[in-house]
């Protein structure tokens, strides 16, 4: 069932100058689940929410090692991330063969948004349903790139996609001046306090759910899983969570509303009082 | 196809195969609905063939099946009948019809209220099968009671719902409400604002519901996961304290764990989208 007639193809243009297939194909990046990139002077860092692995299988990575220097973490189909992650490997080997050096990030990120764009202007095919946040550390410093199935990359100071993103981009938002000059540590710690603002209040980050990537001027990419993780856990461990972190249960979201009235005497007022606008639940009274 | 003239025009084939006719007998999807036998003894006493009713909770899709799981359903109801709407293969059922993850659609009833029922709807209803299902979930039930209330709980992708903001500014999963002219009562959120439509079984529910005039409220959850999610279910929660439902509960305070369960019941099934 389409939406409307401008949406059966990605070579199709609506009226407006839009080409719908390339929007639905954003949407899927919200389907993953969240991913977060900070950076700091000296490192760059991944840190991604892991969804529950069956019992049968072994469960799959959300952050990929690329080259000793550049990692990515995904949200988004499976299956278009490992297609770009072993073409970005290909592009970082193709460099360190020919040229001797570590391939820069921004050209490898330029790689990726040429591939994908492809895809959004040829019959037949359809963009990439996955988002990735490049980090990595070259000969310029540490970086973080967003990239979209529309084909456009972002040179980010610090960046989440995915589910309930928006709650880690806000909390990122409040304290991007104070990461420059973090230590890796205090950079982590911010990372995974931002991630657990993307879950619901009674369920916390463990070392089952979440993974850690970090790659420095004298550190290769590495990533941290399971046990590894139990160090930066501790970090924010016994931390009170952020009053922005989405509200699960209690409370109206929509402005405080009177309980529905018994049926009795008059008519309702059709339309409730109450803003317009959603307000958030609180401020955060971080330091 | 655009015309000499520019303007659209959709196109059909007009090539037909020989064989096309054979395969292409209309088949008209019905709904069943099976009573307990001990609802079906009851039914034979009642001299309209109806059972009492004055509250009613249709709960249509897995979040506010959830929702209805965690929250309102208890011990104290017990299942009176199930509605068949048409099974496809790629359901996934367990034999006694008892999973988490089972499509069914069962109608409870409470011992303590007994003329409170819920239904718990986790099948996909065609909109082709909505007014036969309505049909058949009031067949046996009476809503003429002055004191009848039903409410509906329903929810749909944020990618449906159309604004002048861009969707994500709304902190999705967000509710909104809609309900027939006899419903007086505000409800603990905004209503269902133009151009957006509740479309399907929900829709057909409420329709029922208006045209017959008893009071009846929808609440539609829109929420951005594909995929099952504690805050799709938990953002039904207000309602716990509004008519109808409050009159039902009790409170359950394993209800969040219930929650927590469903959502890995069906994540195990989400691997495609990391």
Redesign the interface.
């Known amino acids: 069932m389409f939406r409307n007639?401008y949406d059966n193809d990605v070579t199709v243009w609506s009226p407006q100058g839009r080409i719908h297939q390339i929007e639905?194909a954003m949407?899927?990046v919200?389907?993953?689940?969240a991913s977060l990139g900070l950076k700091s002077k000296t490192h760059a860092i991944l840190v991604a929410l892991k969804?529950?692995p069956?019992e049968l299988?072994a469960y799959?990575k959300?952050i990929l090692p690329i080259d000793d220097h550049v990692g990515v973490a995904?949200?988004?189909?499976?299956?278009d991330?490992r297609l770009l992650s072993n073409f970005m490997r290909s592009e970082c080997l193709n460099s360190r063969y020919a040229y001797d050096q570590p391939l820069p990030v921004s050209r490898l990120v330029s790689a990726v948004g040429n591939k994908s764009q492809i895809l959004t202007q040829r019959y037949g095919r359809r963009p990439f349903g996955v988002g990735l946040l490049i980090c990595g550390y070259d000969s310029q410093g540490p970086h973080i790139y967003q990239t979209c199935p529309s084909a456009n990359y972002y040179d980010c100071k610090a960046m989440a996609i995915g589910?309930?993103s928006?709650s880690a981009r806000t909390y990122v938002e409040k304290h991007l001046d104070k990461f420059l000059d973090c230590s890796l540590e205090e950079l982590v710690a911010h990372g995974l306090r931002a991630l657990r603002d993307t879950l619901?209040s009674?369920?916390n980050l463990t070392t089952k759910n979440c993974s850690v990537g970090v790659v420095g001027k004298d550190s290769d990419f590495t990533i941290y899983d399971d046990d590894k993780m139990e160090q930066y856990l501790s970090l924010i461990e016994g931390e009170e969570r952020s009053s922005r972190a989405?509200p699960?249960?209690?409370?109206?979201?929509?402005g405080d509303?009177?309980?529905?009235?018994?049926?009795?005497e008059?008519?309702?007022?059709?339309?409730?009082a109450?803003p317009e606008?959603?307000q958030p639940e609180g401020m955060d009274q971080g330091p | 196809m655009a015309t000499f003239f520019g303007e659209?025009v959709?196109s059909f084939s007009r090539a037909v195969d020989d064989d096309d006719d054979e395969e292409e007998s209309p088949h008209v999807a019905t709904t069943n609905v099976r009573w307990s036998p001990l609802v079906r003894a009851e039914l034979l006493q009642i001299p309209d063939g109806k059972l009492p009713c004055q509250t009613l909770i249709v709960a249509v899709g897995p979040a506010a099946a959830g929702f209805a799981q965690a929250f309102i359903l208890n011990d104290d109801y017990y299942i009176v009948g199930a509605i068949f709407s048409g099974m496809e293969e790629t359901d996934v059922n367990t034999f006694d019809q008892k999973s988490p993850t089972d499509k069914t659609c069962y109608i409870y009833r409470s011992t303590q209220i007994p003329d409170a029922f819920l239904c718990l709807c986790k099948t996909d209803v065609s909109a082709e099968q909505s007014y036969s299902f309505t049909e058949q979930l009031f067949s046996c039930i009476n809503i003429e009671s002055?004191?009848f209330?039903m409410s509906i709980l329903c929810s749909c992708m944020t990618?449906e719902y159309k604004c002048d903001?861009p969707v994500?500014?709304?902190?999705p999963p967000?509710?909104r409400a809609l309900k027939t002219t006899q419903f007086?009562?505000?409800?603990?959120?905004?209503?269902l604002e133009q151009p957006n439509l509740v479309s399907g079984l929900p829709a057909q529910l409420l329709t029922y519901a208006q045209i017959k005039e008893v009071?009846a409220?929808l609440y539609i959850c829109y929420t951005?996961?594909?995929?099952l999610?504690?805050?799709s279910m938990?953002?039904f929660?207000?309602l716990l304290?509004?008519?109808p439902i409050?009159d039902l509960i009790q409170v359950n305070p394993k209800g969040?764990e219930v929650i927590?369960h469903l959502v890995?019941m069906y994540?195990?099934k989400?691997?495609?989208?990391?």
């Not at chain 1, 509303?257 to 009795?264: L, Y």
């Not at chain 2, 994500?168 to 902190?171: G, T, Y």
């Not at chain 2, 007086?184 to 209503?191: L, T």
Request: one cysteine or more.
């Open positions: 007639q639905y949407e899927a919200k389907q993953g689940s969804r529950a069956s299988s799959q959300k995904i949200a988004g189909l499976t299956a991330a589910a309930r928006q619901p009674d369920i989405p699960p249960t209690d409370g109206v979201q929509e509303q009177e309980p529905m009235q018994q049926d009795g008059g008519q309702a007022d059709p339309q409730p109450g606008v959603q | 659209i959709p002055k004191y209330y990618s903001v994500s500014d709304m902190n967000f509710l007086v009562g505000v409800p603990p959120c905004k209503y009071k409220v951005e996961t594909i995929y999610d504690s805050a938990k953002i929660k207000p304290e509004t008519t409050r969040d927590n890995d994540s195990l989400n691997t495609m989208y990391l």
